[in-house]
C-alpha cells in the first residue's frame, strides 16, 4: 500500500464525485433563472411552473453537492499537509475568499429564493435566482483560478523553502486559470442544457405536458448550442496555452514521441509507453497538430522523448481522455445543430427525442475525462515544475488513507444514491401547479 498513490486515489474519489453535481447547479441557476425572468414579465403561469419544477432539481443537485465540496476541502490538512503549508499563502488565500464570500452569498441568496416566494415581487425573486448564478459562478472562478495557479504558477516568491504570494493581481489575471474557468463553466451549461433537454425528452416521448416540456427543450437547445460552440473555441484557445506552459501535456495528449516541425496529427494511434513509441497509428494528417498547438502548421512540437522519463504524464491516460473529450464535444455541437432543425416537430421527431434522452450520461462522461486530462496530464507535478506530487502527501501511514478512501465511498455511495434517487422521482414526477 502506497500512502501517495491511496491519498491520490481519495482525492480523485472525492473530487469527481463532487464534481458530478457541480456543473448542473452552474447552468441550471441561469436557465431556471432565465424562466423565472420570463415569467416575471409575461406573468405566463406556464414559466412560473418550469421556474419550480427545474428549481426543484436545482436545490437536490445543490444540497448534495454542498456535502461533498466541504469534506474534499478537509483533504488539503490531512492528506496533503505538505503541499498546503508549501502553497498555502497562495492556494489558501483564494480557497479563504471562495468560501467567505461566493459561497455564503450563493447559500444565503438560495435561502432568500427559496423562502421568498410570498415576500417579494416577480421581478425581485427573478433577481435573486440572478445573483444566485452569478455567486455560483464567482464561485468556481476562485476554485478554477487556485487550481490554475497548480498548472501554472505565476505572482509568486520563493522564501524559506514556501512559494509566497508576491502579486495577487498576477495571480487572479494568470491566462491559465482563466481559460480553465471559461472552458470549464461553459462545459457545465452543456452539461446542463443536455440535462434538461433530456429529462424533456423523456416527458414528451410520454406524450406528457407536451407545451411545458417543448418550451424547456427549446430553451435549452439554443443555450446548449451556443455553449457547445463556445466550449470548442476556448478549448482551442486553452490547448495553445497548454502548449506553451506544459509541452508534455501535450505530447501526452496526442502521444507525440519524436520531435518534429510540421506535426501530424494522428486519427487513430496506440500508445506504447514502454518502447516509447506508438503500437499502431494511421490517417496521419501532417502539420494539423503543430496548428492545434501553435496556429502555425510549421511549428515545432516537442515529443515525449524530449523529457525526461520521470517527468512525462501518464501517456495513455492523458490520451484516451483528451480524444474522448474532444469526440464528445462534437457530438454535442452535432445534436444541437441537428435539434435547431428539429425544434418545431420534436413530437415527431421519437428518434431524435431518444437519442437526447440517453446523451444525458455522454457531459458528465465528458467533463469529468476533462479533469483527468488536466490533473493527470499535470503529473508527476502537483505545482508544476515546482513540487513533484510524491513530496507534498501528509506524513501519515497508509492504512489510514485506506480506511479513509474506504469510508469516503461508502458514505459518497450513500450520498449519491439518495441524491440520483430525488432526481429521478422529481424528474419523472413533472411539473406541479403554480400554487403548489
Avoid at 466541504?70 to 492556494?91: A, C, K, P
Avoid at 454535442?332 to 437526447?356: C, E, H, Q
Avoid at 475525462?369 to 510524491?390: D, F, H, K, N, S
Wanted: aromatic residues 14%; hydrophobic residues 50%; glycine residues 8%.
Amino acid at each position: 500500500m502506497d500512502v501517495v498513490l491511496l491519498s491520490r486515489m481519495q482525492f480523485a474519489a472525492a473530487t469527481m464525485f463532487h464534481f458530478l453535481f457541480v456543473p448542473l447547479t452552474l447552468g441550471l441557476s441561469v436557465m431556471v433563472a432565465y424562466m423565472e425572468t420570463k415569467y416575471a414579465r409575461t406573468g405566463d403561469e406556464t414559466y412560473l411552473s418550469m421556474t419550480r419544477f427545474w428549481g426543484k432539481l436545482f436545490l437536490i443537485n445543490f444540497a448534495v453537492g454542498i456535502v461533498t465540496g466541504i469534506t474534499l476541502e478537509f483533504q488539503f490538512g490531512t492528506n496533503w499537509s505538505r503541499y498546503s503549508e508549501f502553497v498555502g499563502d497562495i492556494f489558501g488565500s483564494l480557497l479563504a475568499i471562495e468560501a467567505s464570500t461566493s459561497f455564503f452569498l450563493e447559500s444565503t441568496l438560495i435561502g432568500v429564493w427559496v423562502f421568498g416566494w410570498k415576500k417579494l415581487s416577480r421581478k425581485a425573486h427573478a433577481a435573486v435566482m440572478w445573483l444566485v448564478a452569478f455567486a455560483g459562478t464567482l464561485s468556481s472562478l476562485w476554485i478554477l483560478l487556485a487550481n490554475g495557479w497548480m498548472q501554472h504558477p505565476v505572482g509568486y516568491t520563493m522564501r524559506n523553502g514556501r512559494a509566497e504570494l508576491e502579486s495577487f493581481m498576477t495571480v487572479i489575471t494568470n491566462p491559465f486559470g482563466l481559460l480553465e474557468f471559461l472552458h470549464t463553466v461553459s462545459g457545465a451549461y452543456v452539461l446542463s442544457a443536455f440535462f434538461v433537454m433530456g429529462v424533456s425528452a423523456w416527458h414528451l416521448l410520454k406524450k406528457q405536458n407536451m407545451d411545458f416540456f417543448t418550451r424547456s427543450f427549446k430553451i435549452a437547445l439554443v443555450f446548449g448550442l451556443v455553449s457547445s460552440l463556445f466550449v470548442a473555441a476556448i478549448g482551442d484557445t486553452h490547448g495553445v496555452h497548454v502548449a506553451q506552459t506544459q509541452p508534455a501535456k501535450l505530447a501526452a495528449m496526442e502521444s507525440h514521441w519524436e520531435t518534429k516541425t510540421h506535426a501530424p496529427l494522428h486519427l487513430f494511434a496506440i500508445p506504447d509507453e514502454k518502447n516509447e513509441r506508438n503500437s499502431v497509428e494511421f490517417g496521419s494528417i501532417p502539420g494539423v497538430l503543430s496548428f492545434l498547438g501553435y496556429h502555425d502548421v510549421d511549428a515545432e512540437v516537442r515529443g515525449l522523448r524530449d523529457f525526461p522519463a520521470d517527468e512525462r504524464p501518464p501517456v495513455l491516460l492523458t490520451f484516451i481522455s483528451f480524444r474522448v473529450m474532444v469526440g464528445l464535444g462534437t457530438l454535442f455541437i452535432l445534436l444541437t445543430v441537428y435539434g435547431i432543425f428539429k425544434r418545431n416537430r420534436l413530437a415527431d421527431s421519437p428518434n431524435y427525442l431518444k437519442l437526447m434522452l440517453f446523451s444525458i450520461p455522454l457531459p458528465y462522461v465528458a467533463i469529468e475525462l476533462g479533469w483527468v486530462l488536466a490533473e493527470v496530464g499535470r503529473q508527476p507535478w502537483i505545482v508544476y515544475g515546482l513540487m513533484r506530487t510524491p513530496s507534498a502527501v501528509s506524513p501519515i501511514a497508509a492504512p489510514q488513507v485506506l480506511f479513509s478512501l474506504i469510508a469516503f465511498i461508502a458514505v459518497y455511495g450513500l450520498l449519491g444514491a439518495l441524491g440520483f434517487y430525488l432526481m429521478l422521482a422529481n424528474a419523472k414526477k413533472g411539473p406541479v401547479t403554480a400554487s403548489q
